[in-house]
């Protein structure tokens, strides 16, 4: 057996220098209940949840673009009511919305999508902060083993909501936190770096050693986001916002325009395929190639000179 037999897949792509940011799932809309039973491989699907609650949770996927189910606990069963939270991970005004249910089925008659049309899902506004982390052991061990031991670290935190949850996606950079309402991902997340995630996290900035990017933005324009971050040196989470993003034949172009400034900015990435490989997975001893992003300019611009050139 060689030594990258023996290593786990959250080892193998941390020593390989696979990057983390570019990562996150594309998620805008997540839906979050507590479940006190046992989390099997396909959490929901295999989940003793009544059918017709399956049924419901699937509406809602069909109902709310760029969505995503999540299966959430604390440290033990639950004590009386069971926690159903929907947060709305938009750039600028994300959001979180809190049910309290008695069983499971009480779900049936929650009806979000007219909720949130008409506005009435503004009375189950919620002040809370999550912060998940994937202990989902029976998807990856990675998970299990280094999610488990943050998220004992993360029930001493304050000012956060701390879950655990199913598979948050991309196992091999355990142990996985992701922040709602904002839908910030971060990987690689240890007892040597939680506090700084954390407070960075309380003070509305981002952490980007840890930063796998913001669920709101493609994978290039998360790219884009860190590269733009790590040279500029804006860490608020609102700093940034999102103007463009166009495919040319050698490289993608991003711009984000600076909070507070008139400056526009032009990030070009382009991706090296086949960079490294590594198994995704310690359920499997397949090696994939894994594509990584890396920078290749930022160039800042006034839109109103530009256009004054180009007339």
Partial sequence: MTDEETLTCSQMSSQSGEHLYGTALEVKNWFLLEYSGVWKRDALAQSALPEEVKDHLGGLLSSFEES???????????????????????????K?????IEKYEDLLSIDLPELVETGEVEKFSCPERLALVCTHGAHDGCCA???SGVYKELLKKEGISAWRTSHVGGHRF??????????????????????DVISSHLRGEIFLDCYRGRSCFSQTSQVSDYFLRKEIEKLGI???KWEFEKDNEDYTAVEFGVEGETTV?????????????????????????????????????EPQKKEEEDS
Wanted: glycine residues 10%; negative net charge; contains cysteine.
């Fill in 174 to 195: 355990a142990a996985n936190l992701v922040m709602l309402p904002e839908g910030i991902y971060y990987g690689r997340v240890n007892d040597g770096n939680l506090d």
């Fill in 96 to 100: 979180l919305y809190k049910f309290e």
């Fill in 238 to 240: 609102y700093d940034i």
């Fill in 265 to 301: 900015y032009a990030i070009g990435t382009v991706v090296m395929n086949h960079s490294v490989k590594l198994r995704t997975s310690c359920d499997s001893q397949e090696v994939k190639s894994m594509p990584q992003f890396f920078f290749y300019s930022i160039v800042p611009y």
């Fill in 68 to 94: 995503r189910v999540q299966l959430i606990g604390g440290p033990g069963p639950s004590k009386g009511n069971f926690a159903f939270y929907y947060a709305h991970s938009s750039e600028f005004s994300p």
């Fill in 145 to 147: 083993v280094v999610g």
